[in-house]
């Protein structure tokens, strides 16, 4: 049980790591941003990883996502990838990518399995091998290091020990591994956003590889990489059967940087921007949001609003509430309680959506005893 350091309140579904209870992060009492800077702090200098994006007025500004970073000589970027080393921006390049992979078995527990063609057969016989679950096929599954924002309660918080020394993989011998009954390839960390050109040149080394033949490509992100490359993603995802699937971590901002180290922003406008170009194809569908039900965090109140902003786009997008597991920095929260998933639903559902559905549902534990501390109504 942790105190909030505002209000005085105890709770066990306050982060001792945060040091701020949900109520008082709507509130945005004085000092909280302080007190913010000081849990990131902790979860990224062991890491080696600048607190704020670096905006040095005489360092290199990248364009890759919306941390905008002005990398100092010799410094590097909020991702940790991209590095000022004389004068010239490196790393995270489209000729090699900081990443490992391996294949995972059809279906598999992916936040879109219960809409995409690998768990369910939707849209065969275009886009999937059978007209059900793809038994017997298999994901490439890359995940790569480094992310834009700093979740404290990530759940590949291992994203942050980049290799050093290690030139990476190019896209052609990452792509030779969709082979065989390789049916999707998904892109994913960490966060693909600070590798995305490496992403979509192994995207197109591996369709032409398999070119007359089914193969999926998807990415799981938060949202936050540049426009221009959410849409060359968003493009291949519709030409090739797959799509990308949207962390819509919280809507109120304080809660945001609270729990994501970074504003939601770019992440929104990003997700109207896809919803957009995924009209062009409805099964399977193209956009495929989720969102992590972070006890004591992102309760029902968050995701009404989460919900609505998705039902007043499109309310057929498939919704993912997923449950939590104690991870890294929020490692004393407990488990997603059965009730907390369920109001989360009911609360989708009556601001519109018509596709909502609990991930990890074996995550899921008892009712945490206490009053959420804004029960949705």
């Known amino acids: 049980m942790a105190r909030c350091r505002f209000c005085g309140k105890d709770s066990p579904l306050t ?61 590097v970027g909020y991702c940790g990838l991209r590095a000022n080393v004389r004068r010239r921006l490196i790393g995270a390049a489209a000729r090699r990518g900081r990443a490992h992979w391996y294949l995972d078995p059809l279906p598999t527990n992916c936040v879109a399995d219960w809409v995409c063609p690998g768990g369910t057969g939707a849209g065969y016989p275009t886009w999937a091998h059978v007209a059900g679950p793809e038994y017997g096929y298999t994901n490439l ?51 693909p956003g600070p590798q995305i050109p490496h992403s979509l040149a192994v995207a197109a080394s591996a369709r032409m590889n398999r070119r007359g033949r089914i193969l999926r490509i998807c990415w799981e992100t938060n949202g936050g990489m540049h426009p221009r490359w959410m849409d060359r993603a968003m493009r291949v995802a519709l030409e090739s059967g797959g799509c990308i699937k949207f962390d819509l971590k919280a809507w109120d901002d ?13 992440t929104l406008a990003n997700f109207q921007r896809a919803a957009a170009m995924a009209a062009a194809r409805r099964d399977p569908p193209a956009l495929v949001a989720s969102t992590l039900l972070v006890p004591g965090y992102v309760d029902a109140a968050e995701v009404a609003k989460i919900a609505a902003f998705i039902a007043a786009i499109d309310p057929d997008i498939p919704y993912a509430l997923l ?37 990890n549902r074996h995550l899921l534990g008892d009712d945490y005893g206490v009053e959420d501390p804004a029960p949705y109504a």
């Open 254 to 266: 304080g809660i945001h940087v609270a729990l994501a180290g970074r504003p939601n922003r770019q």
């Open 15 to 75: 982060a001792a790591s945060l040091g701020v209870c949900c109520s008082c992060l709507r509130l945005g009492p004085v000092g909280l941003s302080r007190q913010l800077d000081r849990a990131h702090e902790a979860a990224r200098l062991p890491f080696g990883l600048p607190l704020h994006p670096p905006q040095d007025p005489h360092g290199l500004l990248c364009r890759r996502c919306a941390n905008r970073c002005r990398i100092p000589a010799g410094g």
């Open 323 to 359: 449950g939590f597991h104690p991870q890294f920095h929020l490692h004393d929260l407990p488990v997603t309680s059965r009730a907390h998933a369920q109001a989360a639903v009911a609360a989708a559902r009556a601001a519109g959506l018509r596709r909502v559905h609990i991930g």
């Open 141 to 191: 599954a890359v995940f790569y290091y480094g992310c834009s924002f700093d979740c404290l309660g990530c759940q590949n918080w291992q994203c942050r020990d980049i290799p050093r020394g290690d030139e990476g993989v190019s896209p052609p011998t990452l792509a030779a591994h969709a082979s065989g009954r390789v049916a999707c390839l998904c892109f994913f960390g960490g966060d």
